[in-house]
């Protein structure tokens, strides 16, 4: 089945969020699959806001390649950010199956940089920036 969330503008957010966290029920593994500046980060971000994390502990893990939240009962939320990933083998030097096998939520931007790693269950999502500036996340499960 296929599923669409239009973002219209950034004060639609935190709605946006709740209805993509409603969707995707249990699954765990999500990938955000987008061209720069399509807000991943910024959809991300607003994900974590609605599972209760700290808003001022959210980041970007560009650098860091992933970043551990709380979400607000205690769970952990993994944000990770494979930009600077030039060869699979760097993902796996992190220790990524541990983080994917956890059982915890896993959101991952630009993850078509390990795209041989991920799981067959990976969730993955496409950010499109429609003509008037919306943004209109699509997957099929």
């Not at 990938?31 to 991300?44: C, L, Q, R, S």
């Not at 970043?67 to 930009?83: A, I, L, Q, T």
């Not at 030039?86 to 931007?109: Q, R, V």
Request: glycine share 6%; hydrophobic share 40%; charged share 25%.
């Amino acid at each position: 089945m296929m599923h669409k969330i239009q973002i219209t503008s950034l004060e639609d957010l935190d709605r946006a969020a709740r209805e993509f966290l409603d969707a995707i029920g249990d699954k765990t593994l999500v990938a955000f699959y987008a061209p720069m500046g399509a807000g991943k980060t910024t959809f991300t971000t607003a994900v974590c806001k609605a599972l209760g994390v700290e808003e001022d502990a959210i980041s970007s893990p560009t650098f860091a390649i992933v970043n551990e939240y709380r979400s607000g009962n205690g769970e952990p939320v993994f944000h990770f950010d494979f930009y600077r990933i030039e060869n699979p083998a760097e993902a796996l030097d992190i220790g990524l199956y541990d983080y994917l096998d956890s059982g915890s939520l896993c959101l991952m931007e630009w993850p078509e940089n390990i795209e041989s790693l991920l799981p067959e269950e990976t969730l993955k999502v496409s950010i499109q920036v429609l003509p008037d500036g919306s943004r209109e996340l699509s997957w099929e499960d």
